[in-house]
Every structure is written in structure tokens, then in C-alpha cells.
């Protein structure tokens, strides 16, 4: 019954949000609303990517460098559904008000996006996660590439013209709902009991199998997690932008996800978030110094790492007890 | 008990340091946003605005296109400006990235307050952004994105130089009429999108012209042998080949030819364009002919002057001779500041209007029309190619066919 208020509380929360940033950012009489109300979006997605992989990365201590092949595998399912499903969808749910069939659009995208990146990452996952260290990382690259490749060459979503005419469905409301259940499920996941065996595979992979703890299925796991929700959150980032082109998908793509990760903190939580946050907003903020806005941005970046190599937030938590991870 | 409580006030500082960390990390972002350039426009200024890709690895695209764009902003300025006003050009980079695109287009309409919007080249940076122009009622111009796609995203969307399915019908019209073949074949790479619309428009506009294709033979993107089908067409003995491919797979095509004793000009079209072609293709491809949007060798003294001028100006480093992305950045400009001077206005609407109604209008790259699909009408160049045995090379022009 308290949860169910709290999710009603959170959901009435996000809509009024919704409504105050497109009253005032979109309409409203700041100028650079709609820039602002973009950089927000995108930080969102950032959000999610950050905190899913942390949970590869930084809480379950596997080094993978494919996430941006589960944002994509999410983007171009997701976009598949609404594009060619969506006329369909639409026709079947004729009752609903305008509204109401988006919604239903929306969210079987997002259900065919999380499935399918939850699939991909179960086929990669249950064959590389065997591997430690270097290899994974070398094999989720791998990944990343070959989906990377394969879209180029699937006619049906654009190939290497990019996928046009995906219908604009996400917004504020939506982002940040995925953004709040991004990182309330990670929260929980990290203090349950798997949570507790994905660190104590992070910390002594050995130690942990002599414990009891099935290594190879919690890494699984920990991975399919994270791919679910940045499948889901290509989805969003597909409905939003209205465009998908391979450009965005490149393994440049994961590593700025890492970095994201690394620079708020490996294995925390709000450190992501924090990260996330920071290297949506960084870039934008440096537009003034023009062309050496890339420099000194990767200046900021190496700065960071010189002075906090721990990152900004290190293991800890902003709220209540710390990381469990910290105590040795 | 002592222990555990030191830990917890250790914890408590170590907190506390962070938090303060994470506040001087947000000031300082707050702090640089802060000290961007005023955004007020000045009442003696035209705001217009250039994305594109100035880092990352399409960045000679953005950067060259960029000079051209610097360049016929200062003369159009030396020479008065347009309305009594100076034209002023916010230039944002998008590294090459869709996403991005549509972020700094965001930014440029919204912030910045441009009334019109030049770029991208690449197409997909274009898609991206062009529902964002499109829904805020700004005109965009493309110089040089040639999928079709581009400018069907609405009436805001234009471009200043051809699309893929005019080449082939420049290819079509130059063999029949200059080269006088009758008889051609077809070599297309059919993973490519260009290369098979590309030789689609060639077939129509050859048959249309009273030729012949004797086979139409393909190959893959990627592929490194290509005697099966140079074999099938040899038989066939055509009088030119056409190859509507990319460099790499161009330049294999023709050794391999030369090497079966097929001795017939190759054609093709602007994925041809790469100093990397000579390398690859060497000797065997001297006597192939190509389209291309211009040629620094054209005659025309308005393109003379501009090589001559582009020289002057960025003769100090080593691309001192303006490529494509240049000169279409140069008359994207120019045909900008033309509508605005027709309109008598700078208000997006009219302008938008304006541009709809180029027609004829004397550019860099020839005469630029824009016809009802906001798609440029312009002639096309025809180059041969001259490569010597040290695979050193250069484009010969040939000649300038009109649609």
C-alpha cells in the first residue's frame, strides 16, 4: 500500500515536472529553453546508460566496452515497433484518446527494446563472461562493432541512410520515469543478495566461487540488467530525436559511457548519475571557447583523474550508509 | 568501539569533501555556461548560423566548408552587406555525431536566434537536424548533402548542390553525346545505396538517349576480385563501363580490367572523388572519366577568382586548393544572402520564400536553380582522370553538362 503510494507520488511528480519544463522551457519566454530542455533529455539517457553499465562495470567489476551495442540493438528494435507496428497498434487501440494510443506505442516499443537488448545480452554474455579482464573487454568491443555493422547493412531500418521518420513519442515525462526505475532498480539489486554476490565477485572472483556464489550466472545477470536498460534507453533516445543513424552508436559511444562511470565514481551509484550529468552538461557549458572546446573539455576530464582518480563521488554515497563495497 | 567510531567520523569528513568537490565542479560549470558570448544581436547584424562537423572524422567536411562559408561572408560584407546590415556567422560543431546536430541546431535557433541555418554535408548529421529547422520554421540549407531524403523532410530544407539520381543522367548524357558509345555495361555495387540508385538513373537516361546496356554485373562493398564479372563483361565487348562505386573498389576494378585486356573507358561518379583512387587505381585508370559537383580547372573566371582568393587567404597551409565542401559552403552563402536580398527582408518566412524562387543564380559551382523539391538544378563537371606510374594524379576537366 506505501509503495503504491510512493509509485502514484513519483508518477504525479514526473507529469507535473513534464508539464512545468514544456510550460516554461518549450512555450514559456526563456530563449534558450528548448536548448536546455534537449541538453536535459539527453543528460536522462546518460543517466541511464551510466547507472546500467555501472552495474557491469563498477559494482560487478567486469570490464565491458558494448554498451553502446545495447543502446543501439534497444534504438532500432524500439524504432522498428513504432514505425512499422505503430499504424497497427494504433488502428487496435482507436478507442483511446491521441494520448493514450502513444502511450500503448511507447510502451510496447520499450517492452520490444528491453527484450531484445536483454536477449543480445544473454548471447553474448553466457560465452564472454567466462573470460576476465582484457578478454571481455576485447570481446564485448567486438559486440559492439558487429551490431554497429550489422545495422548498417539491414535495409529495412536505413542501412547506412539512417532510419527516418520515427515518430517523436518521448519526452521529459518519460525519460526520467525510466531514469527513476533505472536507478531505483540498481539501488535495490545492489543491497539484495545478489548484489552483495556481484561485489564479492568484483572483489576476489576466487574467494567468491570457494563461498558458494555461482560466478558465471551473477555476471550474466549483472550484464543483462545493465543491457535491458540501455535498450530501453534507446528507445527513448530514438523516439526522441526522431533519427537513428549508426554515427551515434560507435564504440565511441561506449566510452564515453565508461568515462561517465569512472569520473563520477566506479561503483557508485550516484557517482553515475553525477557523471552522467557532467559530461552531458561539460561539453555544452565550453561551447564559448570554440574550437579548443573539445581540448580543454579533455583537459577538464585528465584534471579530474589527476586530483580524484577515484572519481567525484569515489565508492561513497551522497545518502545513508555508504557502498558496501568500501568495507574490507 | 573507539575504532569503529574513528571510522565513522573518517567517513563523515571523507563525505564532506566530496560534497564539496561536487559543489566546485558545479560551479565551475555554472561559472564557464555563464561567460558565453553575449547572445543579444545587434541591430546592425544578420545572425545566421553554420553547424557542422569540426572535429572528429568527417572533419575536414565541416572545416573546409567552414572557409568557404568565412570567405563569401567577408565579401558579401566588404561589399555592404545585405539590407544595410553585415552578415554574422555563429559556427557550431557537431563532431560528426546526428545527436549532436540536432542539439547545436537546437541551440543555434533557439539561443543564438539565427534566421537561417547552413550544413551539414554529411546526410545523416542533415536528418538529424532538419525536423528541428523544419518545426521551428528556420530555412536550412545543405551544401552538400546529396541523398534525396534530405530536403523531403519539409519546406524549410534546401540545397545548393545535386542529388545522386541527376548524376547518373550527367553520366547518361556524356557518353552518349560526347564519348558517342552506343553500347555500355554495368558494373554496380549493390550493398550501396548510391551506387544502385546511381545506375538505376544511368540506365533510364542511356536507353532514353537511344543506348544499349549489354549486362549489368555487381559486386559487394568490400570485395577484392573482380574477375568473374569483368570476365562476363569482356565477352560482351561494350564501348564504355560504367561503375557507379567508391574509390577503393574503383581503383581494384580498373587494374583488374586493364590487366584482362579491357581497354574501354571506365565512368562513374563523385565516390570517386579521393586523391586516394590514384593510389589504388595507378596508370590503369588514365582515360576513365567521372562527374563531379566542380573542378578547379573549370574556366569559368567567377571560379578562378575564388581559387585564386581561397589560395591567398589559406595558401599558408597545406590544403591551398579548395575542395568541393568549399566552394558549395561558398555558394550556399552566397545564394543565402541572395534570397535575403530579394526578399528585402530577413525574416526566416520570407527568406524561406525567396530561396524557394532561386533561379539562375551565378555561383562557384555553376548556375544554381532551385526547383519545386527544394533540390538544386545545376550543371555537373565531367573529369578525367591522368594518373602517371608514380601514381601521382590529377582531374582533367572535360566538360560541364547541364540537366
Request: proline letters at 3%; hydrophobic letters at 45%; charged letters at 15%.
Amino acid at each position: 500500500m506505501k509503495r503504491l503510494l510512493w509509485i502514484t507520488g513519483a508518477l504525479a511528480a514526473l507529469a507535473l515536472l513534464q508539464w512545468g519544463c514544456s510550460a516554461i522551457l518549450l512555450d514559456g519566454p526563456i530563449r534558450q529553453g528548448p536548448y536546455y530542455y534537449q541538453i536535459m533529455i539527453l543528460a536522462g539517457i546518460n543517466i541511464v546508460l551510466a547507472v546500467s553499465l555501472n552495474l557491469t562495470n563498477g559494482i560487478t567489476g567486469q570490464f565491458s566496452i558494448g554498451h553502446a551495442g545495447f543502446f543501439a540493438v534497444g534504438a532500432y528494435v524500439a524504432a522498428s515497433v513504432s514505425y512499422y507496428g505503430g499504424p497497427g497498434i494504433r488502428a487496435a487501440t482507436a478507442f483511446l484518446p491521441a494520448v493514450g494510443q502513444d502511450t500503448v506505442v511507447l510502451l510496447l516499443a520499450l517492452a520490444a527494446a528491453g527484450l531484445a537488448a536483454a536477449l543480445a545480452g544473454l548471447l553474448v554474455g553466457i560465452p564472454s563472461l567466462r573470460l576476465r579482464g582484457d578478454y571481455l573487454a576485447i570481446v564485448t568491443l567486438g559486440f559492439g562493432e558487429i551490431i554497429r555493422v550489422v545495422i548498417l547493412n539491414v535495409d529495412a531500418v536505413g542501412g547506412a541512410r539512417g532510419f527516418v521518420g520515427i515518430p517523436k513519442l518521448s519526452n521529459f515525462f518519460w525519460v526520467y520515469l525510466l531514469v527513476t526505475a533505472c536507478v531505483v532498480t540498481v539501488w535495490n539489486v545492489v543491497r539484495s543478495s545478489y548484489g552483495r554476490a556481484f561485489i564479492a565477485i568484483r572483489e576476489n572472483e576466487i574467494a567468491a566461487q570457494a563461498m558458494g556464489i555461482d560466478v558465471t550466472r551473477h555476471k550474466v545477470m549483472a550484464f543483462v540488467i545493465g543491457a535491458v536498460f540501455a535498450g530501453m534507453a534507446g528507445c527513448l533516445f530514438g523516439h526522441y530525436t526522431m533519427y537513428l543513424h549508426t554515427n551515434s552508436f560507435t564504440f565511441v559511444k561506449s566510452f564515453e559511457i565508461i568515462i561517465m562511470v569512472a569520473i563520477g565514481g566506479l561503483g557508485s551509484i550516484e557517482g553515475a548519475v553525477l557523471g552522467a550529468i557532467f559530461l552531458t552538461v561539460l561539453p555544452e557549458a565550453f561551447r564559448g571557447f570554440e574550437g579548443y572546446r573539445m581540448i580543454i573539455y579533455s583537459l577538464a576530464l585528465i584534471l579530474i583523474m589527476i586530483f580524484r582518480p577515484q572519481g567525484m563521488l569515489g565508492q561513497a554515497s551522497l545518502f545513508g550508509k555508504k557502498s558496501k563495497g568500501k568495507r574490507k | 568501539m573507539l575504532f569503529s567510531n574513528t571510522m565513522k567520523n573518517r567517513s563523515r569528513i571523507h563525505a564532506l569533501r566530496n560534497a564539496a568537490f561536487v559543489a566546485a565542479a558545479a560551479a565551475l560549470a555554472v561559472g564557464f555556461s555563464g561567460c558565453n558570448k553575449k547572445d543579444a544581436a545587434a541591430s546592425d547584424e544578420i545572425l545566421i548560423g553554420h553547424y557542422g562537423s569540426l572535429t572528429g572524422a568527417t572533419a575536414t567536411f565541416g572545416q573546409s566548408a567552414q572557409k568557404g562559408i568565412e570567405m563569401a561572408v567577408d565579401a558579401i560584407n566588404v561589399s555592404g552587406g545585405v539590407l544595410g546590415k553585415k552578415l554574422k556567422v555563429i559556427v557550431e560543431d557537431d563532431q560528426g555525431k546526428p545527436e549532436e546536430a540536432q542539439t547545436v541546431v537546437t541551440k543555434l535557433i533557439n539561443k543564438d536566434r539565427v534566421v537561417a541555418l547552413l550544413g551539414e554535408i554529411a546526410s545523416s548529421n542533415s536528418l538529424a537536424a532538419a525536423p528541428v529547422a523544419q518545426s521551428s520554421r528556420i530555412p536550412m540549407i545543405s551544401p552538400g548533402s546529396t541523398n534525396p531524403k534530405v530536403t523531403s523532410v519539409g519546406d524549410y530544407i534546401f540545397r545548393v548542390c545535386f542529388i545522386d539520381p541527376f548524376q547518373g543522367q550527367v553520366m547518361a548524357k556524356f557518353a552518349a553525346n560526347t564519348l558517342k558509345v552506343k553500347k555500355v555495361a554495368i558494373l554496380r555495387d549493390i550493398k550501396s545505396d548510391y551506387s544502385v540508385g546511381l545506375a538505376n538513373f544511368f540506365v533510364e537516361g542511356f536507353k532514353g538517349l537511344g543506348g544499349e546496356i549489354l549486362s549489368d554485373e555487381s559486386y559487394s562493398q568490400g570485395d577484392k576480385d573482380f574477375t568473374a564479372q569483368l570476365t562476363a563483361l569482356k565477352g560482351k565487348n561494350p564501348e564504355a563501363i560504367f561503375v557507379p562505386g567508391y574509390y577503393t573498389e574503383v581503383g581494384l576494378i580498373a587494374r583488374q580490367a586493364r590487366k584482362l585486356g579491357i581497354t574501354v573507358p571506365l565512368l562513374g561518379g563523385d565516390g570517386w572523388d579521393s586523391s586516394k583512387l590514384w593510389e589504388i587505381g595507378g596508370a590503369a585508370l588514365n582515360g576513365c572519366f567521372y562527374s563531379n559537383h566542380y573542378s578547379v580547372d573549370d574556366p569559368s573566371p567567377i571560379l578562378q577568382k575564388f581559387v585564386a582568393d581561397y589560395k591567398a587567404r589559406y595558401g599558408k597551409t597545406s590544403d591551398s586548393i579548395p575542395d568541393a565542401m568549399a566552394a558549395l559552403g561558398y555558394d550556399a552563402t552566397l545564394v543565402l544572402a541572395d534570397a535575403m536580398k530579394r526578399a528585402q527582408s530577413s525574416k526566416p518566412d520570407s527568406i524561406r520564400m525567396a530561396l524557394a524562387q532561386t533561379k539562375g543564380f551565378m555561383g562557384v559551382t555553376g548556375n544554381t536553380t532551385l526547383d519545386e523539391n527544394r533540390n538544386a538544378v545545376k550543371p555537373a563537371v565531367v573529369l578525367e582522370v591522368i594518373v602517371d606510374e608514380k601514381g601521382n594524379g590529377r582531374n582533367k576537366f572535360k566538360e560541364s553538362v547541364s540537366p
